[in-house]
């Protein structure tokens, strides 16, 4: 009896124990993995693409069509009446009526992924290639394939106007799965914002051109500006693009998509050897780099705690306390209006870390984009309301700003907030990003209205996207890949601002801990999937 | 029901079937808590299978690839397994040794209160910390060490000292992670000490001190044996979890990239969080929790048989 009593609560104990296990294990990560393993590609929905009935699609039936959106459902009401309104209007032209399905932002990569694996009707679903995982749940079979007779019938505008070599970017396994958001310009490249009033103040030129002259300006700050931190970072914030934009800047390097945790490490030559991998991290250009943040760690650039510091670094520059921060260009051109209320005569400016190189890829233009689900009803619906959300003026703006005389004015050809709108009444959004359209886009006076000039700059010596159909299968380096992340999360940010005595060691054992983890067996498989994809490319052509 | 069976000399031992209908009204008490760990604790243990498989959503959990050990390579690949291991066990332990003590002391100290008002006040103020989330801990932090403009440095500075970098020295930081650990979880821990004080006879205590002993020698002698077995009870569920982190604690005081701090602050957790951050991977998440499980039952096993080394009555089986 004692002897049985034992061995049940032995076995208990265990059990609760192993029991706690299979419950947290969840809780460790979110999102998706395994993008490698073989599954058959798409099959839904053969229905659709016997579009044979061609001229005029049958609008008999009256239809709702879904739309996956990633953000956090508006509560003030205000995105209810807008959508109401466009509505009325799908009805009246397509005889149906589009839904939001909202993608909250808690745990979004785990919930959009569980969401187009789960089999659900989904009709038109917000895809990006660069963050939203596209490339593999094509390869799971989420997406309907297109043809190219359904786009010409169902979305007739959007059709023509895509280019064929930006619909091959948007093509799997042959077949387009993707409507690119080809027509929206936005640059998310990172850079420098600093201001040109305290540049001039420093006997330099307004428009910065190199690290030497951010030196110089940062200098000038520390020395003259007792109460201005010279350059702001915060713990968390885009604080590891500062490596990359050295990268940038110096070499001719191009960022491959793939993550490797706090410094991105994996990139390819130049534009002229796309296919060939290189490793900046272990030749000088990483050695000067770290050098350089050291020499500006030791002159007091910035917080002795930068990397604790939970300081909101925008507030701050607001408040004429800061002299440099990283950031991108669109959060630039935003924060340029602001500052000029703020801080009156500031003349904010940005350096972008393509501008000493002049080694800029133009924004992917399937970073946005929209898909149609594989097991969707209607796709033909669906297409032809995707066709009118990007292409009909009156439905476009109430989509994108909501309705005019609430959300917006029109005052100069510009967007102005009405007399008497608030915020927390007043406030819109739709996060429509999957179909945005420079045509019909009304500049805000929220945005700076020069921003034009930097993208005629970008303009002039960019380079298109080449990496748009680029998926790194990790399932063969997946330990390595996890290890090499932890190193560099952990030793990044410490090597990036100067917290260390000796650089040049520091650097050293960096370099050990990677190779340690497998750098060069990832290396070697990036390689191997470059050839790949050369191949590929090369036979498209 | 034993009249049943009246005075059998060679009584057969009684079927399995037969003790659980005599003990029916016992069990069907128990009934709630049973269900509760069956659907919570039992049912999800398949989903262990997790760890050693290479998982993906569309195949699911039983038609994934099967890899073996694989996921728990990248835990040991750079050889950080046995320091993170090591940091883990020796913060718990800290945790679970000074936490009780602590919580003991201010347990026997609230008993021998005598003005209510006070009592019930330090209570209150000790067990407030508890319910302040550790992103908030974390930001109170950093507004008290902040080199530039954290209060500590303020006041070392009106004094004549130098400011103190505590954000780039990893030495202090142990100090200030218990310190924390104690200062918010003291109160709520000293309710379970305090309550069993309460359900002391206190006859026991009246005798006590008329045979003349005074309030430490009440204490040494009646109080503290009468806490034991609590205190092995708690210390024996502590330790199942002792090779698991506090996530939120650690990673709000320390951040997530200051590396100078992290040969002496860096544990399981966060050293999984910055691995598997940008890579989500369900099965290796799953690999660490086995690990840590795993490794959590041979250290209860392992306790429960020294306690019933030294003190047989209060080993938990």
Sequence with gaps: ?541 | MDSLHPSLPAQPKRSGFQRLMRNRSLLLMCLPAIVFFLIFAYLPMPGLYLAFINYNYTDGIFRSQFVGFDNFRFLVITGDLWRLTFNTIAYNIAFILLGNVVQIAVAILLNEMRAKWFKKTAQTLMFLPYFISAVLVGLIAYNILSYDYGVLNSILQSLGFDKAKVYSNPNVWPFIIVLTYLWQSTGYGSIVYFAAIMGMDHEMIEAAQIDGANAFQRIRHIILPWLKPTFVILLLFSLGGILRGNFGLFFNLVGASNSSLFPTTDIIETYVFRALMTNFNFSMGSAVSMYQSVFGFLVVLTANWLVKKVSPDNSLF
């Design chain 1, 1 to 541: 009896m004692v002897k049985t009593k034992k061995a049940g609560t032995l076995l208990l104990a265990s059990a609760l124990t192993v029991a706690l296990a299979a419950c947290s294990g969840g809780n460790n990560n979110g999102g998706n993995s395994a993008s490698g393993s073989a599954t058959a590609p798409a099959s839904g929905a053969s229905s659709a693409s016997a579009s044979a009935d061609a001229g005029k699609p049958d609008t008999s039936k009256f239809v709702t069509v879904n739309y996956v959106i990633l953000g956090d459902k508006p509560k003030n009401g205000q995105f209810e009446k807008v959508l109401a309104k466009v509505n009325e209007l799908l009805k009246a032209k397509v005889n149906a009526q589009i839904e939001w399905k909202w993608v909250e932002w808690a745990d979004w990569q785990t919930k959009y992924n569980l969401l187009l694996a789960s089999g659900e009707q989904l009709d038109l679903i917000t895809v990006g290639t660069d963050w939203l995982d596209t490339w593999s749940n094509a390869q799971r079979g989420a997406f309907l394939p297109l043809s190219d007779d359904m786009l010409k019938t169902y979305a007739p505008q959007t059709y023509a106007n895509v280019k064929p070599e930006e619909w091959a970017q948007t093509k799997y396994d042959g077949k387009v799965v993707i409507l690119p958001e080809n027509q929206f310009t936005q640059w998310v490249n990172h850079g420098f914002i600093y201001r040109g009033d305290w540049a001039k103040e420093a006997g330099l030129p307004d428009k910065l051109t190199s690290w030497d002259e951010i030196e110089k300006y940062l200098q000038y700050i520390k020395d003259n500006k007792p109460d201005v931190v010279p350059f702001d970072v915060a713990a968390g914030g885009s604080l590891n693009m500062i490596w990359d934009g050295w990268d940038q800047s110096f070499t001719k390097n191009l960022p491959l998509p793939v993550t490797s945790g706090f410094l991105p490490m994996f990139y390819a030559k130049s534009y002229d050897e796309p296919y060939t991998a290189v490793s900046p991290i272990f030749d000088d250009t990483f050695m000067n780099y770290v050098k350089k943040m050291k020499e500006w760690a030791d002159k007091g650039f910035w917080r002795e705690d930068v990397l604790n510091n939970k300081v909101d670094i925008t507030t701050q520059l607001e408040a004429g306390l800061t002299g440099l921060m990283s950031h991108h260009t669109s959060q630039f051109s935003g924060l340029r209006p602001t500052m000029d209320k703020k801080q009156p005569g500031s003349d904010l400016q940005f350096f972008p870390f393509a501008r000493p190189n002049q080694n800029l890829m133009a924004t992917s233009i399937t970073h946005g984009g929209t898909s149609i689900g594989a097991h969707s009803k209607n796709p033909e619906r669906a297409l032809m309301v995707y066709d009118l959300l990007r292409n009909d003026k009156e439905i476009y703006d109430l989509i994108n700003y909501g309705i005019e005389g609430t959300q917006y004015e029109i005052k100069d050809n510009k967007r102005v907030l009405p007399a008497g709108y608030d915020e927390t009444r007043d406030a819109f959004y739709s996060d429509f990003w999957g179909g945005r359209n420079d045509k019909l886009e009304i500049p805000s006076d929220q945005t700076w209205d020069k921003i034009d000039t930097l993208y005629q700059e970008y303009d002039s010596y960019k380079k298109p996207y080449i990496y748009g159909q680029f998926v790194f299968d990790k399932s063969k380096v997946q330990a390595e890949l996890a290890a090499i992340s932890q190193v560099s999360s952990q030793m990044g940010p410490s090597l990036s601002f100067g917290q260390m005595k000796d650089p040049e060691k520091a650097v050293q054992d960096f370099r050990d801990k990677l190779k340690q983890a497998g750098y060069d067996k990832v290396m070697a498989e990036l390689q191997r999937q470059l050839d790949d994809y050369k191949k590929l490319i090369e036979s498209q052509q």
